[in-house]
């Protein structure tokens, strides 16, 4: 049942558990979390703004909390709340779109304002808020069936797996995580569409977030379908492997693609030649080993690439992608003579990832992106100020043990060029 100036109440089963979610009126709680201009104080005038230029549009709008923009005000986000038809999808112990939609492994979703975002699922273009309990969404569509979007959100959020039973499990496995799962609680793996996942972990090699975005906005806009206009936002589906394939080297090249254009046309190409994005699709089904092996005869698409895609979107719920700062994690939590290795070899990798699953089993690629959130930046100020220090002193300690090797290194060097 859909509810003006309401939400929906969705009822139904939390994963594994037996309670049900209920929906509350949230006119008040949810919009009146946005912040807004406070009212003037009794017998003080305002000071006028000074005008902006038309350099100086209002838009995009910036945080008070922090020097973020984002492209739509506080004003309309919370007319947004009000106005719109929303629907419960989970608590947020079971799901937080503040930290699943921004850890890193999806590059789908825009932050339009404090924890509201908007993207699209398979061409369906959606809104998702995360209130302070409970997480929802409202789909753009009015054509998609309420139970269409409902299946299609459960099924890219996972949600048949019980979240809460997994940080629990963790938790007695290591104490580290059981400080960090208090503190970001909903960090959930997504089921992505597997093309859309692969070109994106393509593109993130040696690669920040805001330009890997840049790039696939470009594909999808100049590729893919235009799906909807909202709020002066243009929401674009991915395109397909039928739409990409068309791109050339040096068309992805003057889109600043650089030698990845090259990796995206070799790798579009040997796909149409492997059956398609149903061939992708058919590697859910098989073991972790073999899907690694058949990723990786793709162009650009190497180990921690190849286990990101596996990951994300192909229900390789083990698999662990393993960089310098996984490797650190393990050397820092599980084997300090890991960091005796000078390089990442095949070896290294492996044993790195055996030590995640021997400790959190079945589900262990989902708590190594809880660990990994948790080195990130952003979520920092929402861990313990102990903790935060710990890791912030290995990390200097580890700078500095390659500064010293560096020097040692350079220093045999110049001895060996010493002609006494």
């Not at 209002?58 to 007319?79: G, T």
């Not at 400790?359 to 959130?373: I, Y």
Request: proline letters at 7%; one cysteine or more; charged letters at 20%.
């Amino acid at each position: 049942m859909w509810l003006r100036r309401g939400i929906t109440v969705l009822r139904t089963p939390c994963c594994l558990c037996s309670s049900y979610y209920y929906a509350s009126p949230f006119i008040r709680t949810m919009a009146d979390s946005i912040p807004s201009t406070p009212p003037a104080k009794p017998g003080k005038r305002r000071k006028p703004k000074t005008p902006q230029s038309p350099l100086e549009s209002p838009s995009p709008h910036r945080s008070k909390k922090a020097d973020v923009a984002y492209p739509i005000s506080a004003l309309v986000a919370k007319s947004l709340l009000r106005d719109l038809s929303w629907t419960v999808l989970a608590k947020p112990e079971q799901v937080n779109f503040n930290y699943s939609l921004q850890c890193g492994q999806s590059f789908a979703w825009q932050q339009i304002n404090e924890s509201l975002y908007c993207g699209t699922i398979d061409g369906v273009p959606y809104l998702c808020y995360q209130d302070t309990d409970q997480a929802l969404y409202h789909c753009l569509d009015p054509e998609v069936p309420a139970a269409t979007a409902s299946a299609q959100l459960h099924q890219y959020f996972q949600l048949d797996t019980c979240l809460h039973q997994l940080y629990a499990s963790w938790s007695m496995a290591d104490n580290r995580l059981a400080s960090i799962a208090k503190s970001i609680p909903g960090v959930r793996v997504l089921q992505q569409p597997p093309l859309e996942c692969l070109i994106s972990f393509i593109c993130s090699s040696n690669n920040n977030i805001p330009r890997i975005t840049q790039m696939l906005n470009k594909l999808k806009v100049t590729y893919g379908r235009k799906v909807t206009t909202f709020q002066s936002i243009d929401l674009y589906q991915f395109p397909s492997l039928d739409q990409l394939k068309i791109a050339t080297e040096k068309d992805l090249r003057d889109f600043g693609f650089g030698y990845r254009a090259k990796f995206i046309v070799q790798t579009c190409t040997k796909l149409v030649e492997l059956g398609g994005e149903p061939y992708l699709l058919k590697l859910r089904c098989k073991p972790a080993a073999e899907v690694r092996e058949e990723l990786l005869q793709l162009a650009g698409v190497g180990p921690k690439v190849a286990d990101c895609i596996a990951l994300f979107s192909l229900d390789q719920h083990d698999v662990i992608p393993v960089d310098t700062h996984v490797w650190q994690i393990a050397v820092r939590d599980y084997d300090p003579t890991l960091s005796q290795a000078k390089s990442l070899t095949p070896t290294i990798y492996k044993r790195v990832g055996d030590l995640f699953r021997e400790r959190f089993g079945t589900h262990a690629g989902w708590a190594h992106s809880l660990l990994f959130a948790a080195e990130l930046p952003l979520f920092a100020s929402l861990l313990p100020v102990g903790l935060v220090k710990e890791m912030s002193a290995f990390k200097q300690h580890e700078k500095e043990l390659k500064a010293q090797k560096k020097r040692l290194k350079k220093g045999k060097q110049e001895k060996g060029d010493d002609p006494t």
